[in-house]
T-cell receptor, first 112, second 113 residues
Framework: EAQVTQNPRYLITVTGKKLTVTCSQN?????MSWYRQDPGLGLRQIYY???????DKGDVPEGYKVSRKEKRNFPLILESPSPNQTSLYFC???????????FGPGTRLTVL | DAKTTQPNSMESNEEEPVHLPCNHS???????IHWYRQLPSQGPEYVIH???SNVNNRMASLAIAEDRKSSTLILHRATLRDAAVYYC??????????????FGTGTLLAVQP
C-alpha cells in the first residue's frame, strides 16, 4: 500500500532534549516536506526537499533541521525543543509530474 | 501567493449534493487550483485540481469560473465520511514540479444523517 509513515505518532518531551521525528514514503517520490499545524494558524511549511541531498527552508524553519540522505526518508530534527514547538506535525511527499501530495498521519508533539 | 476566501462552515444532508465555493480573485494565469480535505484526526488528503476546464474524478468535480477568479468543489452525494475541512489552494506548476501548499482556514463541512 502506498503510504507516508511517521514515527512516533505521539511524543511528550521536555525542553532541550533532542528528538527526531521520522518520515518515510514507499512511493519513490522526489519531493518531501514537513508542515506544522496549530490552532488558528493552519498548516505551515517548515522544510522541504526536492530530491536527495537537496533541502530548503519553508515558512517556519527556525528551531528545526532536516536531512535527505535517502530518497524514502526525510527526518525532522529538533536539536533543542522548546514549548512553542508543541504542535501537530505532518510529513508529505509527491512524485513528479503529479501535483498530488500524500500526507502522513501526523505526529502530536508536546514540549514541557 | 494568491489569496483565497472560503466560507468558514457549511452543512449538508447525507446523500445530497454539496457545492463548496472558493474565491481566488488574485490568482495568476499559471496557478492551478487544488483542493485538499482534512478528515478529523488525519492528515490532509488530495481531492482534485484543475487549471481552466472543469474536472471530474472519483471523489468530486471541480467547476472553475471562466475568469478563474472562483471555483466550486462539488460532492455529488455527500456521505458521513465527507465531513472534513476543505481547503482551496492555488499552486504554481513549474512544468510538473510541486510546490508548497499554503493552507488557509478552509471550510468545515458538516454532514447530517
Amino acid at each position: 500500500e502506498a503510504q507516508v509513515t511517521q514515527n512516533p505518532r505521539y511524543l511528550i518531551t521536555v525542553t532541550g532534549k533532542k528528538l527526531t521525528v521520522t518520515c518515510s514514503q514507499n512511493m519513490n517520490h522526489e519531493y518531501m516536506s514537513w508542515y506544522r499545524q496549530d490552532p488558528g494558524l493552519g498548516l505551515r511549511q517548515i522544510y522541504y526537499s526536492m530530491n536527495v541531498e537537496v533541502t530548503d527552508k519553508g515558512d517556519v524553519p527556525e528551531g528545526y533541521k532536516v536531512s535527505r540522505k535517502e530518497k524514502r526518508n526525510f527526518p525532522l530534527i529538533l536539536e533543542s525543543p522548546s514549548p512553542n514547538q508543541t504542535s501537530l506535525y505532518f510529513c508529505a511527499s509527491a512524485g513528479l509530474p503529479t501535483n498530488e501530495q500524500f500526507f502522513g498521519p501526523g505526529t502530536r508533539l508536546t514540549v514541557l | 501567493d494568491a489569496k483565497t476566501t472560503q466560507p468558514n462552515s457549511m452543512e449538508s444532508n447525507e446523500e445530497e449534493p454539496v457545492h463548496l465555493p472558493c474565491n481566488h480573485s488574485t490568482i495568476s494565469g499559471t496557478d492551478y487550483i487544488h483542493w485538499y480535505r482534512q478528515l478529523p484526526s488525519q492528515g490532509p488528503e488530495y481531492v482534485i485540481h484543475g487549471l481552466t476546464s472543469n474536472v471530474n474524478n472519483r471523489m468530486a468535480s471541480l467547476a472553475i469560473a471562466e475568469d478563474r477568479k472562483s471555483s466550486t468543489l462539488i460532492l455529488h452525494r455527500a456521505t458521513l465520511r465527507d465531513a472534513a475541512v476543505y481547503y482551496c489552494i492555488p499552486i504554481k506548476n513549474y512544468g510538473g514540479a510541486t510546490n508548497k501548499l499554503i493552507f488557509g482556514t478552509g471550510t468545515l463541512l458538516a454532514v447530517q444523517p
